[in-house]
Every structure is written in C-alpha cells, then in structure tokens.
C-alpha cells in the first residue's frame, strides 16, 4: 500500500478533530470542513484577459489531495471486495497522475460542476454514491448527483475527480472541459463526423 495511503488517516491532533467534525453520523465518509478544504485546494481552470480557457496542469498536491480523500473513504466504509479495487484503482491512478507529470484528461469545465443537478430525495430512496458507497437517502443526506452516464455520486463525492478530470470515475465518459485542447478535439471529431455523413449521402 502506498505511505500516502497509510497516512491518510491522520495521526490525532487538530486535523482528526477536523475530519470527525464534519462527518454525517458515525458510518458516513469525510464530509464538512475537511472536505470543503480539500476542494478550496484545488487548481482553478486559467482565464486571459479575454475570457479565454487556458491549460492549467494541476499541481501534484491536488492530486494527493483527492488520492487521501478516497483513501478516508476506503478507511471509514464497509466495502466490498469490488468497490474496494475500485477505490485503490482511482487512489493509484491520482498518485500515478501526481508523480509522473503525465498529462491526463483535463478538469470538467466549471459551468458543468457549478451546475450538477441535484436529484430530489424521492429519486434517492434506491441509490448509492458510487464512490463512498453510502446509501444516498438517510435522515441528512448530502445532496445526490447524476452524470449523463447516469452513475450516481454525492455531490461532495465526485466534485474533487471532476476538478481534476473531465470524465466519469467509474466509467470514463468525457464530460464537457474548458480546456482549448479538448474543445478543440471536440470540434474536429464534430467535423470528421459531418464530413463521413456527407460522403454517406454523396456516394452512398
């Protein structure tokens, strides 16, 4: 296991104290202020003067910064063998990001986070966050969210991967990016596709 993981969990003091606080009940996974650091870690996507995206390759510590995140929602759940490798595959993947300067997908675009839908509790009663694999209904429920694979995440869950990644963690699906290099990517297979439908219709 990888020290960062085994460090994870803290060794007392102020930090535990930080990360007790804002759990939901004694079963749910870090939550509150020690959360709400986390994400304040994070890169925010670059803008010109002119309101144009820029690249921003997030720093290594935003990385780890998600790895120990998943790694205390690893230490504090009851798991199953399948979520678990689930959960040790992503922590390895953000540590592999954080240590070899390879270039991954890029953050989801800031609109798309600022505007995940929010489902109502009616439509929780049956489903659990991917990630922490918590029940999402409960007598305080953190809010449940939808991507357009349709796998589900408390908000608090998967907004750290989206802030680095532009994909589903459980599925990869590309969600949209403010980045130019992707938008540009985006368009040129938007344009390989209109070109392969003329042909089509041209010469059958």
């Known amino acids: ?26 079963s749910g996974g870090p939550r509150g202020r020690w959360v709400s650091q986390v994400i304040d870690d994070f890169m925010d996507v670059g803008r010109s003067a002119q309101g144009t995206p820029v690249p921003v390759q997030p720093a290594p510590e935003s990385y780890l910064n998600v790895a120990r ?33 390879a270039v991954g997908p ?29 029940p999402a209904a409960g007598a305080a429920p953190d809010p449940v969210t939808r991507l357009p694979c349709a796998h589900h995440f408390h908000r608090e869950c998967v907004k750290p991967w989206l802030e680095l990644h532009n994909t589903c963690p459980m599925c990869r699906r590309e969600v949209p990016s403010d980045d130019p290099r992707w938008l540009e990517r985006k368009r040129d297979e938007e344009r390989r596709a209109t070109q392969e439908v003329r042909d089509v219709m041209l010469f059958g």
């Open 1 to 26: 296991m990888p020290s960062y993981l085994a460090n994870s969990r803290g060794s007392g003091g102020d930090d535990d104290d930080d990360s007790e606080a804002g759990r939901g009940g004694s």
């Open 69 to 101: 995140l998943f790694g205390e929602y690893m230490a504090d759940g009851v798991h199953g063998a399948a979520h678990r490798q689930f959960l040790e595959d992503l922590i390895l993947r953000l540590h592999e990001e954080a240590t070899s300067g």
């Open 106 to 134: 890029p953050p989801a675009s800031r609109e798309f986070i600022r505007t995940l839908p929010v489902l109502p509790a009616e439509q929780c009663r049956e489903v659990t966050c991917v990630i922490c694999n918590e």
